[in-house]
Structures are given as structure tokens and as C-alpha cells.
């Protein structure tokens, strides 16, 4: 009996995206992340590419036991290649991995998938609660990388700004300091 039978998650076809936040540690900085969880449903898709276009990173989740959830992962990617920002960071998630007995996707066939679009990959379990935390903290770690750079380019035009407006402004003082004008008339 899968652990996930016992409990029963938020009603199918009422909500198309759930949020929550949740704050996690990464490299003893605590980072706040906000979630979106998308219906994969058709019929939502009009309102849920709208929720791409501001996401920093995205998990792309296919279920290990339905060879239709993974042939599906192609058609996300395109999706989000097409509404997303560049630079989103992805990863490639096999969820259910407590499905074992049900497994219709390999593990490889997995990493495969992966490894063709650059992204890492986790087989997870939300039910026995396998690779969650990892996949979440290695996701947060891949936008603050890619952010960081865009961090160090800011602080590196804004010093050279400064060190211009500096230069500026010493150049444009008057010929001789105050000190000289002492010495010549009083
Ligand atoms: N065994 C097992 N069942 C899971 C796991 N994760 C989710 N489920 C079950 O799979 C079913 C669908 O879960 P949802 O969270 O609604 O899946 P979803 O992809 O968000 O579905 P949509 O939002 O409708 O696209 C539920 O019955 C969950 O209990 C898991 O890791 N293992």
C-alpha cells in the first residue's frame, strides 16, 4: 500500500496552481522560495504558462509509473522554452520512486533525458519524502548561482561608476586647492 493512499491531496480540477513559501538553507544562507505547483492539465494551460514568466526555476515532474508523464516532459520543455525567462534554471524530476513495483520508466532513461537538455536530475518521493529536500535545496542553489553573476556585474559597473564620478569630480575642481590661494595673496 503506497503511504501516499493514506492521505488525500488537494482536490484534482479545483485548484490549477498552488503556492506556498518556504525557506531553506543554502550554504548558511537562509533563502526564502516561493512555489508554484501548476495543474498539468490541458485546460489550464492558458493560465499556467502565465505563471512561467516570472519563475527563476522550474522542476519539470513526470511520474516514474506512467510512461505517458515522461513522453509528456518534451512537450513542458518546449512550453517553457517558449514562456519562461532565459536563464531559468531547470531541473528534471522522476517523482513516485516509491512506486518501484509500478515502475515503467528507467532510472537511465531518466538521466538520458536529462543530460540531453543540460539539466540535473532526481528520482523523488513526495510520499516517503526521497531526494525532496535535495532537489528543492540544489534548485535554489542553481538560481543564486545564476543570479549571483548577475549580482557581480551590477556591483562591478556600479564601482566603476564611483571610481568615474570620482574622477570627474577631481578633475573638475578649480585650478589650485585652497591651500595655494593661502599662500599667493594673505
Ligand atoms: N506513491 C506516490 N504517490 C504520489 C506521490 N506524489 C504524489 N502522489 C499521488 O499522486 C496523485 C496526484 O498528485 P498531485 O499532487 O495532485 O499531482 P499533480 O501532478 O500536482 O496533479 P495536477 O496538479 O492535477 O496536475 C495523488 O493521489 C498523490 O497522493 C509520490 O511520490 N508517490
Known amino acids: 500500500v503506497s503511504p501516499c493512499n493514506t492521505h488525500s491531496g488537494p482536490a484534482s480540477g479545483i485548484h490549477c496552481v498552488d503556492f506556498k513559501m518556504k525557506t531553506i538553507e543554502v550554504d548558511g544562507i537562509k533563502v526564502r522560495i516561493q512555489i508554484w505547483d501548476t495543474a498539468g492539465q490541458e485546460r489550464y494551460q492558458?493560465?499556467?504558462?502565465?505563471?512561467?514568466?516570472?519563475?527563476?526555476?522550474?522542476?519539470?515532474?513526470?511520474?516514474?509509473?506512467?510512461?505517458?508523464?515522461?513522453?509528456?516532459?518534451?512537450?513542458?520543455?518546449?512550453?517553457?522554452?517558449?514562456?519562461?525567462?532565459?536563464?531559468?534554471?531547470?531541473?528534471?524530476?522522476?517523482?513516485?520512486?516509491?512506486?518501484?513495483?509500478?515502475?515503467?520508466?528507467?532510472?537511465?532513461?531518466?538521466?538520458?533525458?536529462?543530460?540531453?537538455?543540460g539539466m540535473d536530475f532526481y528520482e523523488t518521493s513526495a510520499c516517503t519524502n526521497v531526494n525532496i529536500k535535495e532537489s528543492f535545496t540544489r534548485l535554489t542553489e542553481l538560481v543564486l548561482q545564476a543570479h549571483r553573476k548577475e549580482l557581480d556585474g551590477l556591483r562591478t559597473r556600479a564601482s566603476n561608476e564611483l571610481a568615474l564620478a570620482e574622477l570627474e569630480e577631481e578633475e573638475g575642481k578649480p585650478e589650485g586647492s585652497v591651500n595655494s590661494s593661502k599662500t599667493c595673496w594673505c
Open 46 to 117: 492558458t493560465i499556467t504558462k502565465q505563471y512561467y514568466r516570472r519563475a527563476q526555476g522550474i522542476f519539470l515532474v513526470y511520474d516514474i509509473s506512467s510512461e505517458r508523464s515522461y513522453q509528456h516532459i518534451m512537450k513542458w520543455v518546449s512550453d517553457v522554452d517558449e514562456y519562461a525567462p532565459e536563464g531559468v534554471q531547470k531541473i528534471l524530476i522522476g517523482n513516485k520512486a516509491d512506486e518501484e513495483q509500478k515502475r515503467q520508466v528507467g532510472r537511465e532513461q531518466g538521466q538520458q533525458l536529462a543530460r540531453e537538455y
